[in-house]
């Protein structure tokens, strides 16, 4: 019950600090307007104009019929128009005329597992044009190569404007993830007063348990930063349009693990350092660094394997972003998995780290 | 006994704050503390309310050693830290309930005895105030009531008085001479050498991490002095009267210097009747008569080398 009193009387002090809490919440909410509306243009995704593509396959073997199969899936994607012709000058000429946009031909093979190689040719006047196919018709080769018979060929999955974010999609999740991270300040204040100032001094002469105190103001600090995130995502979702996917208990949990790493770090910080002043300074200049080597006020594409791309792992609100992308955007499982997994091992070291320097500190 | 330290020594790295400290405390009583800066008071406030762990020694409160039972213990002690320690974005009836609820106390004896508490404290009427609006001296009464709200069998107060109006001052040693009268064991810490000469029956004298001395007000006083010096202001000068003071037996000695006459005679000698007697024979009068006082404020100086008020309470571990 203690813990209860404990929780319920930091929320309201926490709730009552009025400026605190809007500026937690309009701050996110301007600025993921601002970034969105102008930054906008920096996330507009081109949509391809459907290649009218003359075909002509000579090959009676497995890649042929796999070409086929191929091409006709990328019709019913919408990127291309196939025009069967029944010979290759017919195929030229109507590439000649404008009729076409470019013409593919696979000549008969030599054997039925020797295929010859795959013509195109283009109309020249788009270079957008002709490298879709080009990167079309290399990635069957590849498939065609690792002898894979044509049904089993599995082109990528392309990019489309329905699945990739937009500048507010992009922004709400950063901004929020680092208005999260700065939740951390309201365990460096709380705990600060409530545990290692006076008023937590007094407690600790009551028969409160020092963990049913410390826990008590931990659940506190994180309910309070999961209510302003609640708050920024519907309205977000609801004034400006924001995608948030439709998985709702995923992204709450993976908010519940960035506010409890969020909680965690202000609660190790202030311990570590017993300064509160000192704390909150790490956390100023903390955040925003974290926020830019995750991404967040511009998307950066590190290479993958390079050493800053391990440093992103380094990085909370990396880790919550790339969740959050995942699950909104429908990535592999695999990659929330680790994700989440690196948020725990963070939020056990936090805790862990709060916790000894506490019993450190203790007189 | 109510309060028993046996012994008790705490120490922070080479520097012994408290060396084996002995002190006991009887139900019923206020107990004062008194010590110059870095004396250990804090240290030793801190171990009894279990802030600060004890390296040795015993800490028996209501019979039980405080560190076999110590959430039983402490449910019955309440404390008056020196700083104002309450929540300002609380309402003052919030504070007081919080308290009362961390003290275990529920539903309707909850209410009771906040409503008490705060009423006690000169409060009633400004319960939902926030303490940020309160003067000094209302913050101080917040901050005794949150110590009160569960009816404590022992209440430690450090500095409750520290930085407040004559009136909540005033307030303020009225509540505790009426919570010893409910039965309040207190202990009691104060800079101000009077407030605790008028109110603790007992003294305790710290300096360096021990008692250097304990008793009652009268007790301590009598240790430090046998003497007494009388000041005479007389209408007329006559220096033969001073020869004739100095034969009395009891006299110590005798000077004037101009008008004023000054006698030093043993303590309670009863000497001021016949003093008199040999003025009035020398054709002279008293105009005024002064019987210097020995003060708490001696008896702290002539112990502990140090003024009180200069040297400051706070000491920090």
């Given at each position: 019950?203690?813990?209860?009193?404990?929780?319920?009387?930091?929320?309201?002090?926490?709730?009552?600090?009025?400026?605190?809490?809007?500026?937690?919440?309009?701050?996110?909410?301007?600025?993921?307007?601002?970034?969105?509306?102008?930054?906008?243009?920096?996330?507009?995704?081109?949509?391809?104009?459907?290649?009218?593509?003359?075909?002509?396959?000579?090959?009676?073997?497995?890649?042929?019929?796999?070409?086929?199969?191929?091409?006709?899936?990328?019709?019913?994607?919408?990127?291309?128009?196939?025009?069967?012709?029944?010979?290759?000058?017919?195929?030229?000429?109507?590439?000649?005329?404008?009729?076409?946009?470019?013409?593919?031909?696979?000549?008969?093979?030599?054997?039925?597992?020797?295929?010859?190689?795959?013509?195109?040719?283009?109309?020249?006047?788009?270079?957008?044009?002709?490298?879709?196919?080009?990167?079309?018709?290399?990635?069957?080769?590849?498939?065609?190569?690792?002898?894979?018979?044509?049904?089993?060929?599995?082109?990528?999955?392309?990019?489309?404007?329905?699945?990739?974010?937009?500048?507010?999609?992009?922004?709400?999740?950063?901004?929020?993830?680092?208005?999260?991270?700065?939740?951390?300040?309201?365990?460096?204040?709380?705990?600060?007063?409530?545990?290692?100032?006076?008023?937590?001094?007094?407690i600790a002469s009551t028969p409160l348990l020092p963990g049913q105190h410390y826990?008590?103001?931990?659940?506190?600090?994180?309910?309070?930063?999961?209510?302003?995130?609640?708050?920024?995502?519907?309205?977000?979702?609801?004034?400006?349009?924001?995608?948030?996917?439709?998985?709702?208990?995923?992204?709450?949990?993976?908010?519940?693990?960035?506010?409890?790493?969020?909680?965690?770090?202000?609660?190790?910080?202030?311990?570590?350092?017993?300064?509160?002043?000192?704390?909150?300074?790490?956390?100023?200049?903390?955040?925003?660094?974290?926020?830019?080597?995750?991404?967040?006020?511009?998307?950066?594409?590190?290479?993958?394997?390079?050493?800053?791309?391990?440093?992103?792992?380094?990085?909370?609100?990396?880790?919550?972003?790339?969740?959050?992308?995942?699950?909104?955007?429908?990535?592999?499982?695999?990659?929330?998995?680790?994700?989440?997994?690196?948020?725990?091992?963070?939020?056990?070291?936090?805790?862990?780290?709060?916790?000894?320097?506490?019993?450190?500190?203790?007189? | 006994?109510?309060?028993?330290?046996?012994?008790?020594?705490?120490?922070?790295?080479?520097?012994?704050?408290?060396?084996?400290?002995?002190?006991k405390i009887k139900e019923g009583e206020i107990m004062g503390l008194l010590g110059?800066?870095?004396?250990?008071?804090?240290?030793?406030?801190?171990?009894?309310?279990?802030?600060?762990?004890?390296?040795?020694?015993?800490?028996?409160?209501?019979?039980?050693?405080?560190?076999?039972?110590?959430?039983?213990?402490?449910?019955?002690?309440?404390?008056?830290?020196?700083?104002?320690?309450?929540?300002?974005?609380?309402?003052?009836?919030?504070?007081?309930?919080?308290?009362?609820?961390?003290?275990?106390?529920?539903?309707?004896?909850?209410?009771?005895?906040?409503?008490?508490?705060?009423?006690?404290?000169?409060?009633?009427?400004?319960?939902?105030?926030?303490?940020?609006?309160?003067?000094?001296?209302?913050?101080?009464?917040?901050?005794?009531?949150?110590?009160?709200?569960?009816?404590?069998?022992?209440?430690?107060?450090?500095?409750?008085?520290?930085?407040?109006?004559?009136?909540?001052?005033?307030?303020?040693?009225?509540?505790?001479?009426?919570?010893?009268?409910?039965?309040?064991?207190?202990?009691?810490?104060?800079?101000?050498?009077?407030?605790?000469?008028?109110?603790?029956?007992?003294?305790?004298?710290?300096?360096?991490?021990?008692?250097?001395?304990?008793?009652?007000?009268?007790?301590?006083?009598?240790?430090?002095?046998?003497?007494?010096?009388?000041?005479?202001?007389?209408?007329?000068?006559?220096?033969?009267?001073?020869?004739?003071?100095?034969?009395?037996?009891?006299?110590?000695?005798?000077?004037?210097?101009?008008?004023?006459?000054?006698?030093?005679?043993?303590?309670?000698?009863?000497?001021?009747?016949?003093?008199?007697?040999?003025?009035?024979?020398?054709?002279?009068?008293?105009?005024?008569?002064?019987?210097?006082?020995?003060?708490?404020?001696?008896?702290?100086?002539?112990?502990?080398?140090?003024?009180?008020?200069?040297?400051?309470?706070?000491?920090?571990?």
């Amino acid at each position: 019950m203690s813990v209860v009193t404990i929780f319920w009387y930091t929320l309201k002090q926490n709730w009552r600090d009025r400026s605190t809490y809007l500026e937690m919440m309009l701050l996110p909410l301007a600025l993921i307007f601002i970034l969105g509306v102008s930054l906008a243009p920096a996330f507009h995704v081109t949509l391809l104009p459907t290649i009218e593509t003359a075909l002509f396959v000579e090959d009676q073997g497995p890649a042929g019929a796999g070409l086929k199969q191929f091409l006709l899936e990328r019709e019913e994607e919408g990127l291309l128009k196939i025009q069967p012709v029944l010979t290759e000058q017919a195929g030229k000429e109507r590439v000649k005329t404008g009729e076409s946009h470019a013409f593919i031909h696979l000549p008969a093979g030599d054997t039925a597992l020797q295929p010859a190689s795959i013509q195109l040719l283009t109309d020249s006047q788009n270079s957008l044009r002709t490298s879709v196919l080009e990167s079309l018709l290399n990635s069957f080769v590849i498939g065609l190569s690792s002898e894979i018979q044509p049904e089993q060929i599995l082109p990528r999955p392309l990019a489309a404007s329905e699945v990739l974010p937009g500048a507010m999609d992009y922004y709400a999740v950063t901004m929020m993830v680092m208005f999260i991270m700065y939740g951390a300040i309201y365990s460096v204040y709380g705990m600060k007063h409530c545990y290692l100032g006076p008023v937590g001094k007094r407690i600790a002469s009551t028969p409160l348990l020092p963990g049913q105190h410390y826990w008590g103001l931990v659940l506190a600090n994180l309910t309070t930063i999961l209510m302003q995130s609640v708050i920024v995502v519907l309205f977000t979702r609801t004034v400006f349009g924001v995608n948030w996917g439709t998985n709702a208990l995923l992204v709450g949990v993976i908010i519940l693990l960035a506010g409890l790493v969020a909680t965690g770090l202000g609660t190790a910080l202030v311990m570590i350092v017993q300064d509160e002043t000192l704390a909150g300074n790490i956390i100023n200049v903390l955040v925003p660094a974290m926020t830019f080597l995750a991404g967040g006020f511009f998307r950066i594409n590190f290479s993958d394997g390079s050493w800053i791309s391990y440093l992103q792992y380094l990085s909370p609100n990396y880790l919550a972003q790339t969740a959050l992308f995942t699950t909104i955007y429908g990535g592999d499982d695999l990659t929330i998995m680790v994700t989440l997994g690196v948020m725990g091992l963070f939020i056990s070291v936090a805790f862990l780290a709060a916790l000894l320097s506490e019993r450190r500190a203790r007189i | 006994m109510l309060l028993e330290l046996e012994s008790l020594v705490k120490r922070y790295q080479d520097h012994l704050a408290v060396d084996h400290l002995n002190l006991k405390i009887k139900e019923g009583e206020i107990m004062g503390l008194l010590g110059p800066n870095g004396a250990g008071k804090t240290t030793t406030l801190n171990m009894i309310t279990g802030l600060a762990k004890k390296d040795a020694g015993i800490i028996r409160i209501f019979g039980e050693e405080l560190h076999l039972n110590s959430r039983e213990v402490k449910g019955k002690i309440g404390v008056v830290p020196q700083e104002i320690a309450v929540f300002d974005d609380l309402t003052a009836e919030e504070n007081v309930t919080f308290f009362g609820k961390l003290y275990g106390l529920r539903g309707s004896l909850l209410r009771e005895r906040v409503k008490e508490a705060l009423a006690f404290s000169g409060l009633t009427g400004h319960e939902k105030q926030f303490p940020k609006k309160y003067s000094g001296g209302m913050k101080r009464r917040l901050n005794i009531a949150c110590a009160i709200v569960h009816q404590p069998r022992l209440l430690i107060m450090d500095e409750p008085t520290v930085g407040i109006d004559p009136q909540s001052r005033s307030h303020i040693l009225e509540s505790v001479r009426t919570l010893q009268q409910k039965g309040t064991t207190i202990l009691y810490t104060s800079h101000y050498m009077e407030e605790v000469d008028d109110l603790c029956s007992r003294i305790a004298i710290m300096d360096q991490g021990r008692i250097i001395a304990q008793g009652t007000s009268e007790e301590l006083k009598s240790m430090i002095s046998s003497e007494e010096r009388i000041d005479i202001i007389l209408s007329e000068i006559n220096y033969s009267l001073v020869d004739e003071m100095k034969r009395l037996p009891g006299v110590l000695e005798c000077h004037l210097e101009g008008k004023k006459l000054t006698v030093l005679v043993q303590k309670d000698s009863g000497l001021i009747g016949k003093i008199s007697q040999i003025i009035g024979r020398f054709d002279s009068e008293i105009r005024s008569l002064q019987v210097e006082k020995i003060t708490l404020e001696n008896v702290f100086l002539t112990l502990t080398g140090k003024s009180l008020r200069d040297s400051g309470t706070g000491e920090q571990p």
